[in-house]
């Protein structure tokens, strides 16, 4: 079970890492799923036409941060409304990982391997637990960890901040606010790219067409949730993913417990945190992104 | 966008930069199914043959506008006074729940009265929910944009529990769905096409809140308070009520719209019945610069964009998502583009009469600040 919440929460974990890069900039990505999308596709079709994964996962994630960067020059160069621009290039992203995977439909590749770790794996239960995944699985935490510690104790984390808290006083500053809003959704595409990746290459080794199949809006809602930081996001994530894997260990029981209840937990915890924490300023949205919800009028 | 006071001139140089955008991202889209070894020509020809071509694909293309239409209008109407409403979606879900729990619970009922009320149910429905984000905002605890889009999965969730769940049809086994409902609650189609009751609800909703804009003084109240609300506070006008009552009719026109779907064309409530009819409709009526008269047009172009990729996925081979770049790309156009056109107007001096007027001289104010950097 716990495995299950691993691997189903990875995918949505890079995605969700990455999104919280791009919202601390001041920028809301509603098109996350499609940008998950093309690093599943084309992640896909580079694996299966080179036959190596690490290849495929390189491609993955540039064509999910090259695929962001046309939201960046859409709202941040042109100034176009984000969560239209978003909602399209998500609808762009269904139609372009379509066309892109349509040859390898059906198709079965040898994708990312489980790699035991030495020693750690053959600790009962623990080691079977956390030590024999593939390699996204094993990177995603210390990621976490090192976003953290970028977004919070580095100049560049300082400057994406100031940037999604006030565009202004930014500028005013010294910064050059739009470079940084392009490098965040950079980042943020790559991120969500390899997430992508990790659906095709690891968790199924197939290609379907929107098999990310909401995720990437799960990861939305999982930035909001985890209050803009990638370490909560985390927790989030295994929260969403043990929904998922907890309630089929309840089916395979036979608990009354009807799984659709489940999977609402977490929408409805998001909400819950929302309302309740609202006055806590660790939990504030980034000011910018305020500006984009109120102002769209 | 209505925003600006135009003369025809301007007027017809915005109509024909629409249609230049739209033809660009025709233009665009071809280059792209060259790259893929794809005939675009042909592509275009199946398109338009398969839709406008025949009867059958106009009435076709009207049975995809009815939902588009009115979700499109659960949008517009909240927009109006500056709420964003992303939650067509899941009001839709909700307006199909509610009439479905009618027409099984009520199914004795006589055609004259089941119809009605399914309809009404179905507004309910899809209103109720949408006033839960209102109620939301108006206390000033969460945000519309957030509240709405995080309710759109609870409803997807609600009615999936549903489905499989105490409604399921037990005849079906295999397919998670209610039993069929019975003729007195369907709404009726018109001859042998699919077109149903639902075009005269989604004709009435464009013509009525086309009306109510433009000629009632509760029309004129929302321009105000979408324009200035705290200016609109101070002179006395109800903002907590307007907001309650225009995500109400809001949510519940979107619930139609989940109505027609179920109660007509399904004929049963199924898990994911919609195709993201809600989420299109915001982008039909973003695009259409929230105006009734541009939702109608913007929803006709969608639908024969959803109905021509059946089409390609069956003459061409190419999956049926390929439509998606299009309307993709017609909203990078078009709202990359609505913005400047906004921005050289203020350049130019033209008089902004309403909404949000001072927010966009202000904006277009700091854009020349910042243009250095």
């Known amino acids: 079970m716990l495995v299950g919440a691993l691997q189903a929460g990875t995918a949505v974990l890079y995605a969700a890492l990455g999104e919280v890069i791009v919202e601390r900039a001041g920028v809301i990505n509603l098109g996350l799923e499609g940008t998950m999308l093309m690093g599943a596709s084309v992640g896909f079709a580079v694996t299966y ?13 540039l064509a999910g941060a090259l695929f962001n960067l046309v939201l960046a020059f859409l709202v941040v160069t042109r100034g176009a409304n984000q969560l239209a621009s978003g909602l399209a ?14 040859p390898y439909v059906g198709q079965l590749i040898e994708g990312l391997r489980n790699v035991p770790l030495p020693i750690l794996a053959d600790i009962p239960f623990v080691g079977e637990v956390l030590f024999q995944h593939d390699v996204l699985i094993y990177a995603v935490i210390p990621l976490a960890f090192f976003l953290q510690w970028v977004l919070f104790s580095t100049r560049w984390g300082l400057s994406i901040r100031t940037v999604g808290e006030d565009k202004t006083v930014a500028y005013a500053a010294g910064l050059r606010t739009q470079w940084l809003q392009y490098q965040a959704l950079f980042v943020g595409g790559l991120l969500a790219g390899l997430g992508g990746a990790h659906l095709s290459l690891a968790f199924t080794g197939v290609w379907g067409e929107q098999m990310t199949s ?4 799960i990861a939305v809602a999982l930035v909001i949730f985890a209050a803009w930081n990638p370490l909560r996001a985390v927790l989030g994530a295994f929260l969403f993913g043990g929904a998922l894997a907890f309630q089929l260990q309840l089916q395979a029981r036979g608990a009354p417990v009807s799984p659709f209840f ?27 992104l305020k500006t984009v919800f109120e102002g769209m009028r | 966008m209505s925003t600006l006071v135009q003369g025809n001139r301007t007027r017809l140089l ?5 249609l230049a955008m739209i033809g660009l991202a025709l233009v665009v889209f071809a280059l792209l199914l060259l790259l893929f070894g794809k005939d675009p020509l042909r592509a275009y020809i199946d398109i338009l043959s398969s839709t406008l071509g025949s009867s059958y694909g106009i009435t076709e293309v009207v049975v995809k ?13 909240p927009a109006r006074i500056g709420l964003v409403n992303v939650g067509g979606e899941g009001q839709l879900y909700m307006g199909a729940w509610l009439a479905t729990w009618g027409a099984l619970t009520f199914s004795q009922l006589p055609q004259a009265l089941g119809i009605p009320l399914v309809i009404l149910l179905g507004f309910i429905g899809g209103g109720l929910w949408a006033l839960i984000p209102a109620i939301l905002r108006a206390k000033g605890w969460l945000n519309e944009v957030i509240s709405t889009l995080l309710l759109n999965y609870i409803a997807i969730l609600f009615v999936g529990y549903f489905v499989f769940g105490p409604w399921r049809d037990t005849a079906s086994a295999n397919f998670p769905q209610t039993p069929k409902f019975v003729d007195a609650m369907r709404l009726p189609q018109f001859g042998d096409t699919r077109i149903h009751l639902g075009l005269f609800l989604a004709i009435a909703a464009v013509v ?11 029309g004129y109240d929302m321009r105000a308070i979408g324009g200035n609300a705290e200016a609109s506070r101070r002179n006395g006008l109800p903002i907590t009520k307007t907001m309650l009552m225009v995500m109400f009719i809001g949510g519940g026109l979107a619930g139609l719209a989940g109505v027609g779907e179920v109660m007509a064309i399904e004929g049963r409530l199924r898990p994911n019945f919609s195709p993201g009819y809600g989420y299109i409709g915001f982008l039909i009526s973003w695009l259409a610069g929230h105006n009734p008269v541009g939702v109608v047009m913007m929803s006709f172009l969608m639908a024969v964009l959803t109905f021509g990729g059946d089409t390609l996925q069956i003459t061409q081979g190419m999956p049926f998502a390929t439509v998606n770049i299009i309307i993709a790309l017609i ?19 033209y008089v902004l009469c309403h909404r949000g007027a001072r927010r966009r001289i202000a904006g277009g104010h700091c854009r020349t600040l910042r243009r250095p950097g």
């Open chain 1, 49 to 61: 036409q080179t036959g190596n994964p690490w290849l495929g996962l390189i491609a993955a994630a």
């Open chain 1, 89 to 102: 290039l998500g609808f762009l992203g269904i139609g372009l990982s379509a066309l892109i995977g349509r």
């Open chain 1, 214 to 217: 909401g995720r990437g809006f």
């Open chain 1, 262 to 288: 489940l999977d609402m937990i977490p929408y409805l915890l998001t909400l819950g945190v929302l309302i309740f924490l609202r006055g806590n300023r660790k939990f504030a949205m980034p000011a910018g």
């Open chain 2, 14 to 18: 915005f109509l024909l930069r629409y």
């Open chain 2, 65 to 77: 506008m009815i939902p588009l239409v009115l979700c499109a209008c659960a949008v517009m109407l």
């Open chain 2, 208 to 218: 009525l809140i086309y009306l109510v804009l433009r000629y009632t003084v509760w």
């Open chain 2, 331 to 349: 909203l990078f156009y078009c709202t990359g583009q609505v913005l400047s056109a906004e921005s050289e107007a203020v350049s130019y001096g």
